[in-house]
């Protein structure tokens, strides 16, 4: 079907090819190609990273964590435990190096970037547990990474916005570290696949109905999707008590089949008393970011980093 995307976005969407997840080990193999022409974000300011490992829950395998910080800090940053988009079963930090990078460089906190395990080699809740374990290390070890842990946030895209509200939930359920903040951008958050988007959105760039029943085949398992019985922390929409959870930041695009659970999401943190800030961008679809000189791109990004630094920096 048509779409009215903004106009310095249509010459993209003409040129990329259909993006299909069906064969998700070929996909995985296609990915660095597809976005290797895209340019390299380069910061204001230095940014140190270094590559680390922890233990992973009960027993699990390591997680391997990269920490971004602004190489000329003074005191204590705020942090933020990005997690990474790619429908529960692409991307990883290496893919991921230019946001984690602007929210280090641009914010002035601290980023800990999160290579949790990927579906469906590792179903829910696999990936959920690395995050929160990569939560739990980054709170314990704020002051040897020079956290402000007052200040501690997570975040992420897509799945990644996903997992973060998942994330949240966890934290607020498990009296686990208190959060600052959680930053949900066009986030995936409903197995049940039934907004009007999502029946509408079958052939959209990147992201459209067929790659999110295969996504959630991934990570819950063929046949579970829709079903009773799903978790909240699997799928966050499906949770019934949204108080008590950290002040969110929620974007959605205009034809990203995404859109409408990610508003409804946002709309039921309003309902519970959570502090929430949300932005509907039109023109716009799944990944439509990656066209960085168009102006609604530019909009976006800034807003986001806008967000983050009046969160996390309070008194600024």
């Known amino acids: 079907m048509p779409y009215a995307y903004d106009p310095e976005l249509l010459p993209w969407v003409e040129m990329v090819p259909k993006l299909t997840i069906a064969d998700i080990e070929q996909t995985r193999r296609d990915e660095a190609n ?27 395998p390591d997680i391997p964590l990269r920490v971004y910080a602004p190489a000329n800090r003074g005191g204590l940053l705020p942090g933020l435990v990005y997690i990474h988009p790619g429908g529960f079963a692409l991307g990883g930090i290496d893919l991921s190096e230019d946001d984690a990078t602007a929210i280090a460089a641009e914010v002035g906190a601290l980023v800990v970037s999160v290579e949790y395990r990927l579906a469906p080699e590792h179903p829910f809740p696999a990936g959920l547990e690395d995050c929160y374990t990569a939560l739990t290390w980054t709170a314990a070890n704020a002051a040897d990474l020079g956290i402000d842990p007052d200040r501690l946030a997570v ?59 295969l996504s959630w ?24 008590d949204l108080s008590g959870l950290p002040p969110a930041y929620v974007t959605a695009c205009e034809f990203d089949p995404l859109r409408d659970e990610g508003l409804a999401y946002a709309q ?22 990656m066209v960085r000189d168009a102006a609604v791109t530019k ?18």
Do not use: C
């Open 34 to 60: 597809m976005f290797a022409g895209m340019p390299k974000y380069v910061p204001p300011v230095p940014v140190e990273t270094r590559d680390i490992t922890i233990p992973g829950p009960q027993g699990a």
């Open 299 to 316: 909009r976006m990004l800034a807003d986001s980093m806008d967000a983050l630094r009046r969160a996390l920096h309070p008194a600024a």
């Open 268 to 289: 039921r943190l309003i309902q519970a008393g959570v502090p929430t800030e949300v932005h509907h961008y039109p023109g716009t679809f799944h990944g439509s970011t």
């Open 155 to 213: 975040g992420g895209e897509s799945a990644g916005g996903g997992l973060s509200a998942a994330v949240a939930l966890l934290a607020r359920d498990r009296g686990g570290p208190p959060l600052r903040f959680q930053f949900l951008g066009v986030p995936e958050v409903d197995d049940r696949l039934d907004t009007p988007s999502m029946r509408a959105f079958t052939d959209t760039p990147i992201w459209h109905r067929p790659n999110a029943e």
């Open 217 to 240: 085949d991934y990570y819950l398992g063929k046949g579970v999707r829709g079903t009773d019985g799903v978790s909240p922390y699997a799928a966050p929409a499906r949770a019934e």
